[in-house]
């Protein structure tokens, strides 16, 4: 029963960790390049540090956003409690400001407890559908983050005091989220992009999570 009850406090703080989108639309095709800082609540408080490149490939009329995430534990802040995301954002249709964009992006990240050090890795898809100037946008988004594999290690802690012969291993997915919300962003002179996004966690029977009712960010992107 206790390698039960440590095994699923385990899969809800993977859970927590893995709760991350991208946060900034680079919406501008004639500069290439983008870092951004975000920082929010997903369910735990985070900071973040990204870097965003458009690209134009002959194959495609569209400019694609390809992006690399590094996020944090505001509080624990290390390596060991962190995750590193990697993904693209490219339209699917457009017609005059309205866009239907799409971001699918794959995921690595770890946790690390008195109890267990966890890693996980999961693949996840938005949608965003709204309205994109040069200088703001407006969208509402829905998410789907599925946890394919995860691998969870105890501590000697955990052995000592309670149980000795508790077995590492990998395990074999941890379920899905899904997200809906609403996303705003504004550029100023040209080269600082402020971005918000508020959304809403469910689970993948669409019951509401128990680790926040909400989740809400704040990005801030510069251009060159």
């Known amino acids: 029963m206790k390698k039960m009850i440590i095994l699923m406090i385990s899969l809800l703080i993977i859970g927590s960790m893995q709760l991350t989108a991208q946060s900034v639309i680079f919406n501008d095709n004639t500069i290439r390049n983008s870092i951004y800082m975000r920082t929010g609540i997903e369910p735990a408080s985070m900071i973040a540090f990204g870097y965003q490149r458009n690209l134009n490939p ?39 400001s309205f866009k239907i964009v799409n971001n699918l992006n794959l995921s690595a990240g770890s946790v690390s ?33 599925k946890i394919y594999l995860n691998h969870i290690e105890h501590t000697d802690f955990y052995r000592e005091n309670y149980y000795e012969d508790a077995v590492d291993g990998w395990y074999k997915g941890a379920g899905g989220m899904f997200q809906f919300g609403l996303e ?27 680790g926040s009712p909400a989740h809400l960010n704040l990005a801030i992107g510069y251009r060159f």
């Open 113 to 145: 407890t008195t109890h267990f050090e966890s890693k996980k890795f999961a693949v996840a898809d938005e949608v965003a559908l709204g309205f994109y100037k040069p200088k703001w946008f407006f969208a509402l988004t829905a998410e789907y983050e």
């Open 184 to 210: 705003t962003g504004r550029t100023f002179f040209e080269k600082y992009d402020v971005h918000v996004e508020l959304k809403v966690p469910f689970t993948e029977r669409f019951n509401s999570y128990g």
């Open 58 to 96: 002959k194959f495609i009329k569209s400019t694609i956003t390809t992006f690399a995430e590094w996020n944090f534990s505001a509080f624990r802040f290390s390596p060991k409690n962190s995750e590193i995301k990697v993904g693209g954002v490219a339209p699917l249709m457009q017609k005059n």
